[in-house]
């Protein structure tokens, strides 16, 4: 256990002072409630965060939210808002998996119409959406296709017909990042990328189709298109090998560049560069291209997900909307009320999600009253959530909210401890239907190795940060 | 002679390696890496061609980690294992390298990264050369 000291601020706000003996700039924020901290001091979370104030141009303070957990450079969960355009840009506080998000889809069906079709659709979406490692999609991009995925994202997809004109304004950023470059992707990234748009990955990414269990904000449910027991589905997957990549070969690029500037920092993964220098500038250029790829992949995937739902309801399945699509690993050049200023700032977001509140220009008309959809996915078995960005996110915490749940036990850990058919088979007998690569990955993705979803949305809830308006449990989980 | 543990990490998957020499280091390395990779099945399946590898780095900890990060970009684009290593040169800044391996057409675990976090080329108490590897899965 590392002894650092933490005060409480409220309920769900605990800080580390400010230490120019550490080389913090500013303090650290931790929100979460004080049941939480004994699991957050139990890793090394803490110890990162206070390295992340030691970040050149960091503003106001270092935060995580309550599902933070240990990472490698930033803690996960992690938000750091940097001057701008003078401070740093790290690739380490976006981490390997750039725009690693989340999308939800609304279906017109009520759990009654989907129930007795609940293993067809299983099967049908397991087919049609690839996943797993080392598996291509049904997509190969030439080298020209590639340049147009990084620069236009999912709006590609969209030209190509694998997406609808609508979706465009519901995800984030309209799906597309202006100032990527495709100039500043390399051959290997590009190379990981052909063949991988409209596949979902490994590990902890998945698309679970869910029921709508419980409404709590009315109004906003009705304007996100969400009602009780309503069918809706969940993708949760990022930028492939692409992005991982595109970190690769950044993280390595800054290792040199920091000496240039006179960067000094305490943990390696932390490399940065002024974002107005030469390296900084081609990481964000690229960072915007590997996120167009994976909104591009987010897209496709949606494409995927309405043809086998066509395939299991023909014509009587009615449409499949998107409500929303968020990043929760990204850089973004934002306006936030700072020192009783607006000023422009490049906001950090390693696990973490833009949560922005009403009133914000960014947001479709329809969102402006209520906030912007917050995703937030718990673990395969368990709850996801539905939540509204609050004007406390903008006060608190530069428009974020959490991401997930936040793991609390090693892969190893969970293997030694769970079979992955015996949980498999539990989940049947709860009414989940889980298609997997492996049964590893089943064991390594169980519900024990996960923080308690539900205590990490009540707190952004109760601090003001992000609303809830509904909670979702699954009937079908597709992973790799 | 070489030796890889894997001390338990809650997000990702960290070994600890530790040999005589700076080559034997590399490969224990690697073989950690190919276990996580492959889930510790061996695949009976074709020869992938061999490579050629060469990497330079700033220092022996960032040559371990840019080594390594070269090696799983061939194994994503080449969907091969590269389970033996060759080395024909090898400093502190430097490693020229030939790889050989198996073609696979599908990995156990996707590693999107290997990070610079706690890794340190050093030489512990009993005089062996030992690092800290930690994969973002």
Not at chain 1, 123 to 131: D, F, N, R, T, V
Request: aromatic share 8%; proline share 4%.
């Amino acid at each position: 256990m590392i002894n650092i000291k933490l005060n409480k601020i409220n309920k769900y706000l605990w800080e580390i002072p400010k230490d120019p003996d550490q080389g913090m700039l500013v303090p650290c924020q931790v929100f979460a409630m004080e049941d939480m901290i004994e699991d957050i001091v139990k890793d090394r979370s803490l110890m990162q965060l206070r390295n992340v104030a030691s970040l050149p141009g960091i503003r106001k303070a270092a935060m995580v939210m309550p599902d933070v957990h240990e990472g490698y450079g930033f803690p996960i969960g992690g938000i750091a808002a940097m001057d701008y355009p003078g401070g740093v840009i790290s690739p380490g506080g976006i981490g390997y998996d750039i725009n690693c998000g989340v999308r939800l889809i609304l279906t017109e069906f009520a759990q009654a119409q989907l129930a007795p079709h609940l293993e067809a659709l299983s099967g049908e979406l397991y087919k049609e959406i690839p996943s797993g490692t080392g598996k291509g999609g049904r997509i190969q991009l030439n080298s020209q296709e590639m340049n147009k995925v990084l620069k236009y994202g999912a709006a590609w997809a969209v030209q190509q017909g694998y997406g609808e004109t609508e979706d465009l304004e519901r995800i984030e950023s309209g799906g597309m990042l202006s100032m990527a470059d495709p100039h500043y992707v390399s051959e290997h990234a590009r190379k990981r990328g052909y063949d991988q748009l409209g596949t979902i990955g490994a590990g902890n990414h998945f698309v679970e189709v869910d029921i709508v269990k419980e409404l709590y904000d009315e109004g906003a449910a009705r304007a996100f298109g969400l009602s009780a027991g309503q069918v809706v589905v969940l993708v949760h997957t990022g930028s492939r090998g692409l992005g991982h990549q595109v970190a690769t070969d950044y993280i390595r690029l800054m290792q040199t560049a920091m000496e240039k500037y006179d960067i000094r920092l305490k943990d390696r993964e932390l490399a940065c560069a002024p974002f107005n220098s030469s390296e900084g500038q081609q990481y964000f250029k690229a960072m915007c291209a590997a996120a167009n790829y994976a909104w591009c992949n987010r897209e496709i995937i949606t494409w995927e997900i309405r043809n086998a739902w066509k395939r299991v309801f023909g014509a009587s399945g009615g449409n499949l909307k998107l409500l929303y699509d968020v990043a929760h690993n990204i850089a973004k050049i934002e306006e936030h009320h700072v020192d009783g200023l607006t000023q422009t700032l490049l906001v950090h977001r390693k696990g973490a999600t833009r949560a922005f509140g009403p009133g914000s220009r960014e947001l479709p008309p329809e969102f402006c009253a209520t906030g912007q959809p917050v995703l937030i996915p718990g673990s395969m078995g368990t709850a996801s959530y539905v939540l509204a960005g609050d004007r406390g996110s903008m006060d608190l915490t530069f428009g974020s909210a959490c991401h997930g749940a936040g793991r609390r036990m090693s892969r190893h850990a969970a293997k030694k401890i769970v079979q992955g058919p015996q949980l498999k088979q539990e989940l049947r007998d709860l009414g989940i239907y889980v298609q997997a690569g492996s049964f590893a990955g089943i064991a390594e993705e169980a519900p024990i190795a996960y923080k308690d979803v539900n205590k990490v949305v009540e707190t952004v809830h109760k601090a003001g940060i992000a609303r809830k308006v509904a909670r979702l449990e699954p009937v079908v989980v597709i992973k790799g | 002679m070489k030796s890889i543990q894997f001390p338990a990490h809650v997000a990702d998957v960290m070994i600890l390696v530790e040999a005589d020499t700076p080559g034997e280091l590399f490969s224990a390395a690697l073989e950690g890496m190919n276990y996580i990779l492959t889930g510790g099945h061996k695949q009976k399946v074709n020869r992938a061609s061999d490579v050629y590898v060469e990497v330079t780095s700033g220092d022996r900890t960032s040559l371990l980690i840019d080594f390594l990060s070269e090696v799983l970009t061939l194994s994503y684009v080449n969907k091969a294992v590269y389970n033996d290593l060759h080395i024909l040169k090898i400093d502190d800044k430097c490693i020229r390298a030939r790889i050989m391996g198996s073609e696979t057409n599908r990995f156990a675990e996707e590693i999107k990264g290997v990070s610079y976090h706690m890794a340190n080329v050093k030489s512990n108490a009993s005089g062996k050369l030992t690092s800290y590897v930690l994969f973002d899965i």
